[in-house]
């Protein structure tokens, strides 16, 4: 999608959620993992996760800057904290945090302090939250519309999937 689209449904989900919040937190993209891609790499993901994306790497780098800068005016402009994500939770993927530092990116994005400790309750939350359905979406041909009221978490705030 175009960088004025995405950049659009971005701020689409701020104006909603400062509708109910105005602590609102947004990353930017993982730009460094984005960048360290080789051709060869990007074409195999590429193929695998977006088979009727045509982009070249050169031009997927060039959009995925443009939409950070798009992020960080956005969050300025809507009162959003910006998090920079931390290139060191990338691995082999380089869009999704690795699952093993799931636990540790969440509370560096959230700025939440670490639990002394580890609570059962913790992973039926997180397994929770991982299934959650965003607003919309399309599975297989087919668009799935779920409202939003936000998810209470354990330990306090909501979650909104937009």
């Not at 300025?76 to 990338?90: C, E, F, I, N, S």
């Not at 691995?91 to 636990?103: E, K, M, N, T």
Request: with cysteine; glycine share 6%.
């Amino acid at each position: 999608f175009s960088v004025e689209r995405t950049l659009g449904w971005v701020e689409e989900a701020l104006l909603r959620l400062r509708a109910v919040t105005t602590d609102i937190v947004l990353t930017d993209l993982p730009l460094a993992s984005i960048r360290r891609l080789s051709n060869l790499k990007f074409l195999a993901f590429r193929s695998v996760l977006v088979p009727s994306c045509r982009l070249s790497l050169s031009q997927v780098i060039d959009r995925s800057e443009l939409v950070n800068d798009g992020l960080e005016k956005l969050s300025t402009a809507h009162g959003a904290k910006l998090v920079r994500l931390d290139p060191a939770w990338y691995g082999f993927d380089p869009i999704h945090v690795r699952p093993s530092l799931w636990r540790s990116a969440w509370q560096q994005i959230l700025r939440v302090q670490p639990q002394a400790t580890y609570s059962p309750g913790s992973t039926r939350e997180g397994v929770k939250l991982y299934f959650l359905p965003p607003e919309r979406r399309w599975m297989f041909g087919v668009e799935q519309v779920t409202p939003q009221s936000g998810v209470s978490l354990r330990l306090g705030g909501q979650v909104w999937l937009y």
